[in-house]
Protein backbone atom coordinates (compact mmCIF):
# COMPACT_ATOMS: atom_id res chain seq x y z
CA UNK A 1 0.00 0.00 0.00
CA UNK A 2 1.45 3.62 -0.67
CA UNK A 3 0.77 6.65 1.62
CA UNK A 4 -0.38 9.82 0.77
CA UNK A 5 -0.15 12.90 2.43
CA UNK A 6 -2.19 16.04 2.04
CA UNK A 7 -0.46 19.37 3.15
CA UNK A 8 -1.88 22.56 0.76
CA UNK A 9 -4.08 24.57 1.06
CA UNK A 10 -4.09 28.06 2.13
CA UNK A 11 -4.66 27.89 6.08
CA UNK A 12 -6.25 31.28 5.86
CA UNK A 13 -8.17 30.66 8.92
CA UNK A 14 -4.95 30.47 10.49
CA UNK A 15 -3.38 33.50 9.58
CA UNK A 16 -0.68 35.79 10.10
CA UNK A 17 0.61 32.63 11.44
CA UNK A 18 0.23 31.34 7.68
CA UNK A 19 1.16 34.16 5.87
CA UNK A 20 5.02 33.14 5.18
CA UNK A 21 4.69 29.56 5.82
CA UNK A 22 2.41 26.56 5.25
CA UNK A 23 0.34 25.40 8.36
CA UNK A 24 1.54 22.10 8.22
CA UNK A 25 5.22 23.31 9.64
CA UNK A 26 3.72 25.44 12.04
CA UNK A 27 4.55 23.68 15.86
CA UNK A 28 2.06 21.80 17.71
CA UNK A 29 4.09 21.04 20.85
CA UNK A 30 7.10 19.61 20.14
CA UNK A 31 7.21 18.69 16.97
CA UNK A 32 6.06 20.31 13.09
CA UNK A 33 2.69 19.25 12.66
CA UNK A 34 3.18 17.42 9.41
CA UNK A 35 5.32 14.45 11.92
CA UNK A 36 2.33 13.39 12.96
CA UNK A 37 0.66 12.11 9.77
CA UNK A 38 3.99 10.76 8.81
CA UNK A 39 4.42 8.83 11.61
CA UNK A 40 1.42 7.74 11.59
CA UNK A 41 2.02 6.31 8.16
CA UNK A 42 5.51 4.99 9.71
CA UNK A 43 3.68 2.70 12.03
CA UNK A 44 0.84 1.38 9.96
CA UNK A 45 4.03 -0.03 7.82
CA UNK A 46 3.75 2.22 4.68
CA UNK A 47 7.07 2.70 3.21
CA UNK A 48 6.72 4.94 0.08
CA UNK A 49 5.08 8.55 0.59
CA UNK A 50 3.87 10.97 -1.30
CA UNK A 51 2.94 14.58 -0.26
CA UNK A 52 1.15 16.96 -1.86
CA UNK A 53 1.72 21.01 -1.30
CA UNK A 54 1.72 24.12 -2.71
CA UNK A 55 4.09 25.53 -4.93
CA UNK A 56 5.22 28.14 -2.68
CA UNK A 57 6.26 25.97 0.38
CA UNK A 58 6.93 22.10 -1.44
CA UNK A 59 10.96 23.11 -0.85
CA UNK A 60 10.45 23.70 3.08
CA UNK A 61 9.04 20.46 3.10
CA UNK A 62 11.94 18.88 1.11
CA UNK A 63 14.13 20.82 3.76
CA UNK A 64 12.92 19.31 6.76
CA UNK A 65 11.82 15.90 5.72
CA UNK A 66 14.34 15.53 2.94
CA UNK A 67 14.39 11.99 1.50
CA UNK A 68 12.59 10.27 4.20
CA UNK A 69 15.17 8.56 5.62
CA UNK A 70 15.29 10.05 9.08
CA UNK A 71 12.03 8.24 9.63
CA UNK A 72 12.60 5.11 7.73
CA UNK A 73 10.53 5.91 4.54
CA UNK A 74 10.50 6.85 1.28
CA UNK A 75 9.63 10.57 0.31
CA UNK A 76 8.25 11.82 -2.68
CA UNK A 77 6.78 15.09 -3.96
CA UNK A 78 4.12 16.61 -5.69
CA UNK A 79 2.71 20.17 -6.42
CA UNK A 80 -1.08 20.43 -6.41
CA UNK A 81 -1.10 23.90 -8.63
CA UNK A 82 -4.44 24.67 -7.57
CA UNK A 83 -4.39 24.96 -3.22
CA UNK A 84 -8.66 24.93 -3.04
CA UNK A 85 -9.05 22.50 -5.18
CA UNK A 86 -10.29 20.05 -2.56
CA UNK A 87 -9.24 16.80 -1.26
CA UNK A 88 -10.13 14.92 -4.20
CA UNK A 89 -7.93 16.40 -6.66
CA UNK A 90 -4.96 16.21 -4.46
CA UNK A 91 -5.41 12.50 -3.80
CA UNK A 92 -5.45 12.42 -7.88
CA UNK A 93 -1.68 13.85 -8.02
CA UNK A 94 -0.73 10.67 -6.81
CA UNK A 95 -1.93 8.79 -9.83
CA UNK A 96 0.77 7.47 -11.11
CA UNK A 97 2.66 7.26 -7.96
CA UNK A 98 0.30 4.51 -7.00
CA UNK A 99 -0.60 2.95 -10.17
CA UNK A 100 -2.15 -0.50 -9.00
CA UNK A 101 -1.77 -0.40 -5.32
CA UNK A 102 -4.02 0.68 -2.46
CA UNK A 103 -3.89 3.87 -1.05
CA UNK A 104 -3.86 5.15 2.64
CA UNK A 105 -4.28 8.92 2.55
CA UNK A 106 -4.06 11.36 5.58
CA UNK A 107 -4.59 15.33 5.93
CA UNK A 108 -1.38 16.87 7.27
CA UNK A 109 -3.24 18.43 9.51
CA UNK A 110 -4.93 15.40 11.85
CA UNK A 111 -3.29 14.34 15.08
CA UNK A 112 -4.11 11.08 16.44
CA UNK A 113 -2.26 8.13 18.26
CA UNK A 114 -4.62 5.18 16.90
CA UNK A 115 -2.26 2.62 15.29
CA UNK A 116 -3.47 2.19 11.72
CA UNK A 117 -1.62 -1.17 10.79
CA UNK A 118 -3.83 -3.16 11.92
CA UNK A 119 -6.57 -2.09 9.66
CA UNK A 120 -4.32 -1.41 6.84
CA UNK A 121 -3.17 -4.88 7.14
CA UNK A 122 -7.11 -5.86 6.61
CA UNK A 123 -7.61 -4.06 4.37
CA UNK A 124 -4.45 -5.30 1.89
CA UNK A 125 -6.75 -8.36 1.83
CA UNK A 126 -9.77 -6.98 0.61
CA UNK A 127 -10.54 -6.85 -3.13
CA UNK A 128 -12.52 -3.91 -3.32
CA UNK A 129 -13.76 -0.64 -1.23
CA UNK A 130 -12.73 2.50 0.80
CA UNK A 131 -12.59 2.80 4.53
CA UNK A 132 -13.01 6.13 6.28
CA UNK A 133 -12.16 6.53 10.05
CA UNK A 134 -14.36 8.30 12.56
CA UNK A 135 -14.13 9.42 16.05
CA UNK A 136 -17.13 10.22 18.83
CA UNK A 137 -17.50 13.69 19.58
CA UNK A 138 -20.13 16.71 19.50
CA UNK A 139 -21.51 16.73 16.29
CA UNK A 140 -24.27 18.91 16.55
CA UNK A 141 -22.10 21.76 16.25
CA UNK A 142 -22.13 21.75 12.64
CA UNK A 143 -18.43 21.67 12.22
CA UNK A 144 -17.65 18.41 10.91
CA UNK A 145 -19.06 15.34 8.47
CA UNK A 146 -21.14 12.71 10.16
CA UNK A 147 -20.89 9.09 9.46
CA UNK A 148 -23.71 7.16 10.46
CA UNK A 149 -22.68 3.09 10.66
CA UNK A 150 -24.82 0.17 10.22
CA UNK A 151 -24.07 -3.04 12.37
CA UNK A 152 -21.81 -5.06 10.32
CA UNK A 153 -19.65 -1.35 9.89
CA UNK A 154 -20.85 -0.27 6.55
CA UNK A 155 -21.90 3.28 5.98
CA UNK A 156 -24.90 3.92 6.00
CA UNK A 157 -24.77 7.46 5.23
CA UNK A 158 -22.39 10.34 5.06
CA UNK A 159 -23.47 14.42 5.78
CA UNK A 160 -21.64 17.10 5.67
CA UNK A 161 -22.04 19.46 8.62
CA UNK A 162 -25.33 18.55 8.96
CA UNK A 163 -27.69 20.58 11.47
CA UNK A 164 -29.85 17.74 12.29
CA UNK A 165 -26.88 14.66 12.49
CA UNK A 166 -27.84 11.24 12.57
CA UNK A 167 -25.11 10.22 14.79
CA UNK A 168 -22.27 11.44 17.29
CA UNK A 169 -19.61 9.94 14.75
CA UNK A 170 -17.60 12.90 12.98
CA UNK A 171 -15.79 12.15 10.22
CA UNK A 172 -12.20 12.05 10.37
CA UNK A 173 -9.62 13.18 7.22
CA UNK A 174 -7.79 9.41 6.85
CA UNK A 175 -8.95 7.33 4.42
CA UNK A 176 -7.99 3.91 2.82
CA UNK A 177 -9.03 3.35 -0.99
CA UNK A 178 -8.66 0.43 -3.62
CA UNK A 179 -6.98 1.25 -7.04
CA UNK A 180 -10.19 2.19 -8.39
CA UNK A 181 -10.18 5.71 -6.43
CA UNK A 182 -8.37 7.70 -9.42
CA UNK A 183 -11.01 6.46 -12.21
CA UNK A 184 -13.89 7.67 -9.48
CA UNK A 185 -11.96 10.93 -9.21
CA UNK A 186 -12.57 11.28 -13.22
CA UNK A 187 -15.54 10.98 -13.14
CA UNK A 188 -16.34 14.13 -10.54
CA UNK A 189 -17.54 17.69 -11.03
CA UNK A 190 -16.86 20.09 -8.83
CA UNK A 191 -18.65 21.57 -6.30
CA UNK A 192 -20.58 25.06 -5.52
CA UNK A 193 -17.05 25.84 -3.63
CA UNK A 194 -15.30 24.88 -6.90
CA UNK A 195 -13.75 22.20 -5.23
CA UNK A 196 -13.15 17.92 -5.99
CA UNK A 197 -15.10 17.29 -2.72
CA UNK A 198 -13.68 13.73 -0.78
CA UNK A 199 -17.75 13.13 0.37
CA UNK A 200 -18.38 12.63 -3.32
CA UNK A 201 -15.68 10.60 -3.68
CA UNK A 202 -16.49 8.27 -0.94
CA UNK A 203 -20.27 8.31 -2.31
CA UNK A 204 -19.03 6.38 -5.36
CA UNK A 205 -18.26 3.46 -2.36
CA UNK A 206 -20.97 4.18 -0.34
CA UNK A 207 -23.73 3.41 -3.06
CA UNK A 208 -21.99 0.17 -4.18
CA UNK A 209 -22.04 -0.80 -0.56
CA UNK A 210 -18.04 -1.27 -0.16
CA UNK A 211 -17.52 1.64 2.00
CA UNK A 212 -16.89 0.95 5.57
CA UNK A 213 -16.26 3.05 8.78
CA UNK A 214 -13.79 2.25 12.06
CA UNK A 215 -13.58 4.19 14.51
CA UNK A 216 -10.59 5.68 16.29
CA UNK A 217 -10.59 6.85 20.47
CA UNK A 218 -9.46 10.26 19.72
CA UNK A 219 -8.31 13.28 17.08
CA UNK A 220 -7.62 16.73 16.35
CA UNK A 221 -8.05 18.45 13.26
CA UNK A 222 -5.28 20.82 14.52
CA UNK A 223 -5.34 23.26 11.00
CA UNK A 224 -8.81 24.84 11.12
CA UNK A 225 -8.43 27.45 13.72
CA UNK A 226 -5.86 29.19 16.31
CA UNK A 227 -8.22 27.41 18.81
CA UNK A 228 -7.68 23.93 17.67
CA UNK A 229 -4.04 24.46 17.31
CA UNK A 230 -4.10 25.85 20.70
CA UNK A 231 -5.78 22.68 21.81
CA UNK A 232 -4.02 19.86 19.78
CA UNK A 233 -0.80 21.20 21.01
CA UNK A 234 -1.82 21.24 24.95
CA UNK A 235 -3.63 17.90 23.85
CA UNK A 236 -0.22 16.19 22.60
CA UNK A 237 1.30 17.82 25.85
CA UNK A 238 -0.66 15.19 27.78
CA UNK A 239 -0.16 12.50 25.43
CA UNK A 240 3.28 12.48 25.66
CA UNK A 241 3.51 12.78 29.68
CA UNK A 242 1.27 9.49 28.94
CA UNK A 243 3.63 7.65 26.70
CA UNK A 244 0.79 7.69 23.75
CA UNK A 245 2.82 9.64 21.44
Same mark, same amino acid.
Given at each position: MKGVILAGGLAT?????????? /?????VYH /?? &????????M???????????????HAGDFANLLKSGEDFGVRLYYAIQQNPTGGIADGIALAREFAKDEKTLVILGDNIFS???????? /?????KRGAVIFGTEMDTTSGQYGVVEIGKDGKVLSIEE??????????QT??? &?????????? /?? &?????RGQLEVTDLNNFYL??????????????????????LLRAGNMVCEKVKEGEL
Open positions: RLRPLTLVTN /KHLLP /KP &MIYYPLEAVKAGIKEILLTSSPHFNLKRIVD /KFQDKKPKNPKSEIAGIY &MYDERVFEFI /KK &MKPSDKEGTLECETIDWWIDAGTSPNE
